[in-house]
């Protein structure tokens, strides 16, 4: 089983940039699809981004052109890179393989405020 860690959430302004990562150990992801989801309270948690094996990626419409998902399989490790910042990506942030299939981490939080 692999165990996910989400780190690099925090309180940033509209329009900040803030960089998620993703550290997974117990096994190695270079295999799957990995992605970038979302949940907000009361809502499902959504799928963000992903990026595939050979580093193919996408975005979720509502946010093409401001967060970036990347890998390095080398450290075991998925990155969200996400500039100008909005109030509705206040969420918390979890990484898993793409359909998911392994247990949540605890995710991390990012809150986009004046």
């Known amino acids: 089983q692999v165990q996910l860690v989400e780190s690099g959430g925090g309180l940033v302004q509209p329009g900040g940039s803030l960089r998620l990562s993703c550290a997974a150990s117990?096994?190695?992801?270079?295999?799957?699809?990995m992605g970038w989801f979302r949940r907000v309270e009361g809502k499902p948690r959504e799928l963000v981004a992903s990026?595939?094996?050979?580093?193919?990626?996408r975005v979720k419409d509502s946010v093409k052109g401001r967060f970036t998902v990347s890998r390095d399989n080398d450290k075991n490790m998925v990155y969200l890179e996400m500039i100008s910042l909005k109030p509705e990506d206040t969420a918390v942030y979890y990484c898993?393989?793409?359909?998911?299939?392994?247990?949540w981490g605890q995710g991390t939080q990012v809150t986009v405020s004046a």
């Open positions: 117990g096994s190695s992801i270079s295999t799957y699809t």
């Open positions: 898993n393989n793409y359909p998911a299939r392994w247990s």
């Open positions: 990026v595939t094996t050979d580093s193919a990626t």
